[in-house]
């Protein structure tokens, strides 16, 4: 199946003052569509154009996307959520640090009648074969992000290849990314898995679609397998990218101040973070 990518670039630009300072320095930051549609990186990169006089421009695409232009050095930076891929970009050479940051889980959620019948399964794997059996709709965000890759290790833990089947109309594999991917799946009163940030952060409107899997808040999943932790790393020098701004940001993403920051990100209108931070020293 054909598959069509997003792919957004947002600036978040500060001018040059008309005092004579200085043309702000660009900071390219390729990053999962999540950290965007929540919300996270415009509550949080004002601070990091003002501190380092810099313009970040984000690509907002699934992570698969995002080290693949790390690889190509179209991006100094990236913040992604796969850890096999992230090691392994490390490994290649293609990266010089990996920084924990922070991290949330994912969820499945669904249609309110729940005709699959999976409401409070407490681990995906169980509700991921019900959802097969039943031949339920479900739709896969399809764009090697780091969301689609969970996505597909569950349903590998499973022992289900939902592609396989000679009957996979159930199966919605969409190339997008996980605002639309919810929409789709509003609309259509199909099942699918979301980070939890990006589901509450479009929980208006998408109002027919609940959690099925995972629990109100990350402290009532006891599915381990839905952990999503987030890491930032430096494109390598070689690359012919501006590494020291890249590292800059990482060690301003990982400082008590942004952390504390990403802490108390979503409190205010969720009652709970979009995201939780871990960086360690």
Not at 197 to 217: F, H, N
Not at 236 to 245: F, I, Y
Request: net charge negative.
């Amino acid at each position: 199946m054909r598959q069509l990518f997003l792919y957004c670039v947002i600036a978040f630009g500060l001018m040059a003052c008309a005092n004579g300072a200085d043309e702000p320095a660009v900071l390219r930051l390729a990053t999962t569509t999540s950290t965007y549609n929540s919300g996270l990186l415009e509550e949080i990169l004002p601070d990091f154009q003002e501190e380092f006089n810099a313009r970040v421009d984000v690509i907002a695409v699934g992570t698969g996307q995002a080290i693949q232009l790390g690889q190509s050095g179209d991006a100094d930076v990236i913040l992604v959520h796969a850890r096999s891929r992230e090691d392994q970009f490390i490994a290649e050479g293609h990266g010089t640090e990996r920084w924990d940051v922070m991290f949330n889980d994912f969820v499945i959620v669904g249609p309110k009648d729940d005709p699959a019948g999976i409401l409070g399964v407490p681990l995906a794997k169980d509700a991921l074969k019900k959802l097969a059996d039943e031949g339920a709709l479900f739709a896969s965000r399809g764009d090697d992000s780091g969301t689609h890759i969970r996505e597909q290790k569950l349903w590998s833990t499973a022992g289900i290849d939902p592609t396989s089947s000679t009957d996979t109309e159930w199966y919605l594999s969409l190339g997008q990314g996980m605002g639309d991917t919810l929409r789709f799946a509003h609309e259509k009163l199909a099942y699918t898995i979301t980070d939890r940030g990006t589901y509450l952060a479009l929980q208006e409107s998408i109002p027919d679609l609940v959690i099925m899997v995972g629990g109100t808040r990350i402290a009532e999943n006891v599915d381990d397998s839905l952990f999503n932790p987030y890491g930032v790393i430096p494109v390598s020098p070689e690359k012919g990218v501006d590494h020291e701004l890249a590292l800059s940001f990482a060690m301003w993403l990982t400082s008590d101040k942004i952390q504390k920051q990403i802490e108390e990100f979503g409190m205010e209108k969720f009652n709970q973070p979009l995201f939780y931070p871990n960086a360690t020293e």
